[in-house]
Structure formats: structure tokens, C-alpha cells
């Protein structure tokens, strides 16, 4: 039986709420995206080829950051609304050092805190009882 370390991260294109899977009090650290809807506006309103290539730039740094967070663990699920999960988990399989990480993915809705904590709890809860 595998002791790993597990990671819930509901998220979108502009934010990630990322959970560990604990017996305690389940806590959640954020992570922003560095392109914002104001940027956006102000690029765009230059140039909408320069728009598209800062936020293309800001989007990999925004999954970049989140992999080097995903790294420390065995098991992670991803979540949320938007289709940006599934572009967070084609950016992490281009790397082989997430090789031996199990991603899953699973479409939600917009979730409240709490709401993001139960599915963590009840999505790794129904795992652990399979190891």
C-alpha cells in the first residue's frame, strides 16, 4: 500500500484553488493568472496579434507555476468549468518529470469553498479505499 500525497485543483483560465487531500481541515492556496481581463482590454485595444502572444506567454507561466507546485505530489485531480484543465494536463505530459504523477480530470461547475473541499474530499476518500 502507496502512502502518496494528494492534490485537488479546481480551477479556470484566470484562477486555481489548489487542495491537499489531509485528515484535517482541508486549507486552499490560490494561484492567479497574470493576465487579466483589464489587460486584456489594454492589449488588445494596441494590437490584437500582441494581445494573443502575451496571453499565450502569460498562460504558460500561469501553467508553469502550477507544475512546479504539482510536482511534490503522487495523485492530482483537476477540476473546474473551462477547458483549462485539459490544457494544464497536455502542458504537464509534454514534461516528462509528471510521468509518474496520476492526473485526472473531471468537468465541474463554478464551485463555492466548501463546495471544492467536499468533492476533494469525497473524490480521494473513494480512492483511498481502493489502495
Do not use: C
Request: proline share 2%; aromatic share 10%.
Amino acid at each position: 500500500m502507496k502512502n502518496t500525497k494528494d492534490l485537488g485543483i479546481w480551477m479556470d483560465h484566470q484562477t486555481a484553488h489548489l487542495m491537499e487531500f489531509t485528515t484535517d481541515p482541508i486549507q486552499t492556496t490560490t494561484i492567479d493568472s497574470e493576465f487579466t481581463h483589464e489587460e486584456k482590454e489594454q492589449t488588445l485595444s494596441r494590437s490584437e496579434n500582441l494581445m494573443h502572444n502575451k496571453e499565450q506567454h502569460e498562460q504558460a507561466a500561469y501553467y508553469q507555476e502550477l507544475g512546479e507546485l504539482i510536482r511534490g505530489y503522487g495523485e492530482v485531480i483537476l477540476f473546474g468549468p473551462t477547458d483549462a484543465k485539459v490544457e494544464l494536463f497536455t502542458f504537464l505530459r509534454k514534461d516528462h518529470r509528471f510521468s509518474a504523477i496520476q492526473i485526472e480530470i473531471e468537468q465541474a461547475d463554478k464551485m463555492t469553498v466548501n463546495q471544492q473541499h467536499a468533492f476533494v474530499k469525497a473524490h480521494f476518500s473513494k480512492k483511498l479505499s481502493l489502495r
